[in-house]
């Protein structure tokens, strides 16, 4: 049993360049969800999705696009890279959004570095 | 929207001591769940206890145990007989009954362990 897979570990970018990161789970999970972690800030929620064709934004949503066409996938998207988005980025899931006591299944992160 | 708060960026535990991390966070729901997260510097994120907050009774796990004072909105952490694998960084995290029910995470409290 895989758990929520990311792709890539560590990717450099530079200014302007787009790219996307990968996020798939093998649990059957409704819920995803995409944060970006920062020294200092903890973990900040960017979008997240319920299931699958519904997303929404986070608390710092924007220079990220999502999409949620499978239950499985859910890929974000940096359409034009800028140097603030150099973070550490995970994606997390759980079973149901309405279940309030289950934890958030976790990726093992990817290191996105903008120059 | 809700905050979770860390007052303590670093800390220091000798090998076989009890450290206890401060975390408090605002709200004006009455019932939620927190939790705490571990992440090691292998990056994963590992749950170490949850909490639900109607119930009176402190969680504990082994080693871990809460100290969860509802109307001081306050859950501290404790850590038992520490050990050099405890070293890691430790965030909490406030789960509300809003839409989506996302996690909200503290900035962290470095913990290091010394022989």
């Known amino acids: 049993n895989a758990g929520v897979t990311q792709t890539p570990k560590f990717q450099v970018l530079k200014t302007g360049q787009s790219m996307t990161l990968q996020c798939a789970q093998d649990?059957?999970?409704?819920?995803m969800s995409w944060y970006r972690q920062d020294p200092g800030m903890g973990l900040r929620l960017i979008h997240y999705?319920?299931?699958?064709?519904?997303?929404d934004q986070g608390e710092v949503p924007n220079g990220y696009n999502v999409s949620r066409s499978t239950t499985e996938d859910f890929p974000l998207r940096l359409l034009s890279a800028a140097p603030s988005q150099t973070s550490v980025y995970f994606c997390?899931?759980?079973?149901?959004?309405?279940?309030?006591?289950?934890?958030?299944?976790f990726g093992s992160g990817t290191q996105l570095s903008v120059l | 929207a809700q905050t979770v708060t860390q007052s303590q960026p670093e800390m220091s535990v000798q090998e076989a001591e009890t450290v206890t991390l401060s975390c408090t966070y605002d709200?004006?729901?009455?019932?939620?769940?927190l939790f705490w997260y571990k992440q090691p510097p292998s990056r994963q994120m590992i749950l170490v206890i949850r909490?639900?907050?109607?119930?009176?009774q402190n969680a504990t796990e082994n080693r871990f145990s809460v100290n969860f004072q509802k109307a001081a909105k306050s859950f501290s952490l404790k850590i038992s007989d520490s050990q050099l694998g405890d070293a890691a960084m430790y965030f909490c995290?406030?789960?509300?009954?809003?839409?989506?029910?996302?996690?909200?995470f503290g900035p962290g409290t470095r913990l290091s362990v010394l022989p």
């Open positions: 997390a899931s759980r079973t149901s959004w309405t279940l309030i006591d289950e934890k958030l299944f």
């Open positions: 999705s319920v299931g699958a064709g519904i997303t």
């Open positions: 649990m059957n999970h409704e819920y």
């Open positions: 995290a406030y789960r509300s009954w809003d839409y989506g029910q996302n996690f909200v």
């Open positions: 909490q639900e907050a109607y119930k009176q």
């Open positions: 709200t004006s729901e009455s019932d939620y769940y």
